[in-house]
């Protein structure tokens, strides 16, 4: 499929001046002919300098939005440059670039394909109230998807020209919401979801932005709404 197709690689990056190199360097050994963009979210680091020196395209915003501020301008881009595939990828390496080819293949069936890391691969596992909450919020979404979804928080995604079409006019920006919420939007406007099964990794540095309170309260919010939009017409 990706032999005619304008592939670009998105990585949101706040503060990875450690890591995003040697992303970049992976990303280019993997995938050659891809093109890569790095949206520097207001980063108060060298992550923009570094990044441009690894040979990305860099845009940086004038201060930090949140990773789903940082992903739209990333699908904004992609609209206006004839991007036909976008593929969204951590700047801290725990997504493996060598899934991505499986990830696009996957488009022929679907629009929006999902990274999962709770579908057999890996060792990945969350645990608490958090898992219960993202195992429900996935049962959720898989009854209105119509497919097993097992990770609908996972920001490892590739999507289809007619979505980045769709996500550069609209993506939420708040913690989450660049997930969960336009899988829903996705799903309720009538295109097709699904998974593909991806190990996660460790990251290559720094520390992890998410707050474990923060988005356990996201995502039993997010339950709720979603579960109460089910019962409506």
């Not at 992303?23 to 280019?28: L, Q, R, T, W």
């Not at 969350?126 to 195992?135: K, L």
């Not at 920006?173 to 979801?193: F, K, P, Q, S």
């Amino acid at each position: 499929m990706t032999s005619d197709k304008r592939v670009l690689i998105v990585i949101p990056a706040y503060n990875e001046g450690e890591s995003i190199a040697k992303v970049i360097a992976e990303v280019h050994a993997e995938l050659p002919g891809y093109d890569v963009l790095v949206v520097d979210d207001g980063s108060t680091d060298d992550t923009a300098a570094v990044a441009r020196a690894a040979g990305a395209k860099v845009t940086v915003l004038p201060y930090n939005l949140g990773v789903g501020g940082a992903r739209r301008l990333g699908y904004l881009y992609a609209l206006r440059n004839n991007y036909d595939v976008a593929v969204q990828l951590d700047a801290d390496g725990q997504h493996d670039p060598r899934n991505v080819p499986l990830l696009i293949d996957a488009l022929e069936t679907s629009d929006l394909v999902i990274g999962a890391r709770f579908a057999g691969e890996g060792e990945y596992h969350a645990r608490g109230p958090r898992w219960w909450a993202m195992r429900l919020l996935s049962f959720v979404l898989s009854k209105m998807a119509g497919t097993r979804l097992t990770d609908t928080t996972s920001g490892f995604r590739v999507c289809s020209r007619p979505l980045i079409e769709g996500y550069a006019r609209w993506l939420p920006v708040e913690y989450l919401g660049d997930t969960v919420d336009t899988a829903v939007w996705a799903i309720r406007h009538g295109y097709t979801v699904r998974q593909v099964p991806v190990a996660m990794r460790a990251r290559m540095a720094g520390t992890p932005s998410a707050n474990p309170l923060k988005s356990t309260v996201y995502l039993l919010r997010s339950m709720i709404t979603l579960l109460l939009a089910l019962v409506r017409k």
